[in-house]
């Protein structure tokens, strides 16, 4: 196969799927354009590997979906470190997870990030209501980079201090996600790819549906059964929802994407699905 050929055939699909993922991860349009040619090099690269790898489980849009969204992480994790908004950011709306961009990931002031919302993002609320919704969101954590001398020269501070709290609820997380790392490697193709599809995509079950076939009461119960699956490897490890939530709780803790989605709606904390899917 000329994959060359494939790759230039498909640009225009793999374009509007990166709109799509760049607008559903916030990004600005700049940073959707340096996603764009982020893709693209890796689409590319090593002589189309990552095309190569099409092995027709699935529709060619869905395989592309998957794999701009691995490669949207790789972006946003190379660009930021592990950042993600906080799970009441995100039940506020995308304007509480501007702000919480802004602040947190891109570290304005909170007053740049209020002149930011209005002249380039053209929120529309009154700066009183962006104050009351930052209000609203909880304290979190500021990351900041510093150079490799000033870091190691806190290391070696004699008055540094351990929270041994947060020592304790991060190893938490660590065996958590090595139960549902072990627990999806268990799931076949398919149900990887109905997670995928879900869950990093965000996409209702209709919407899956019509891209890759079958009905979506039968989806719903195929879902349902890989989380309950899910749900179950963490109980027998000891693990409750009460337990999840708690960590959920703990901000100062940035959660890869995967585990903090799946300990939100493993938890509870989210409705799996809604009336209108």
């Not at 693209?40 to 489980?57: C, D, M, V, W």
């Not at 849009?61 to 949207?72: D, G, M």
């Not at 946003?76 to 470190?81: A, N, Q, S, T, V």
């Not at 627990?183 to 549906?209: N, P, S, V, W, Y």
Request: proline fraction near 3%; charged fraction near 30%; glycine fraction near 4%.
């Amino acid at each position: 196969m000329d994959y060359e050929r494939l790759f230039l055939r498909h640009l225009d699909l793999i374009d509007q799927i990166v709109r799509t993922t760049g607008r559903r991860r916030h990004l600005s349009p700049a940073e959707q354009e340096d996603l764009s040619g982020f893709v693209r090099l890796r689409l590319i690269e090593n002589n189309y590997a990552a095309l190569r790898k099409f092995q027709n489980r699935s529709t060619f849009w869905t395989y592309l979906a998957s794999v701009i969204e691995r490669l949207s992480m790789d972006f946003c994790i190379e660009r930021w470190g592990r950042w993600r908004p906080s799970a009441m950011a995100e039940r506020l709306g995308p304007d509480a997870v501007l702000l919480e961009r802004l602040v947190h990931r891109d570290s304005h002031s909170f007053e740049e990030a209020l002149e930011l919302a209005h002249n380039q993002h053209h929120v529309s609320l009154s700066e009183s209501q962006l104050r009351k919704l930052w209000e609203t969101l909880p304290v979190r954590t500021r990351q900041t980079r510093v150079p490799e001398e000033a870091a190691a020269e806190v290391a070696s501070s004699d008055t540094a201090e351990v929270n041994v709290e947060e020592a304790a609820h991060r190893e938490e997380l660590r065996r958590i996600e090595r139960i549902l790392t072990e627990a999806i490697a268990r799931c076949t193709d398919h149900e990887r790819m109905l997670l995928a599809l879900r869950f990093d995509q965000g996409l209702k079950i209709a919407e899956i549906a019509a891209a890759i076939g079958g009905s979506p009461p039968t989806l719903h119960r195929h879902l349902a059964k890989v989380l309950g699956d899910l749900r179950a490897a963490l109980q027998s490890a000891g693990v409750n929802a009460g337990d999840m939530s708690r960590l959920l709780g703990h901000q100062s803790i940035i959660l890869s994407p995967l585990l903090r989605d799946a300990i939100e709606r493993l938890s509870g904390n989210v409705r799996l699905f809604k009336r209108d899917e």
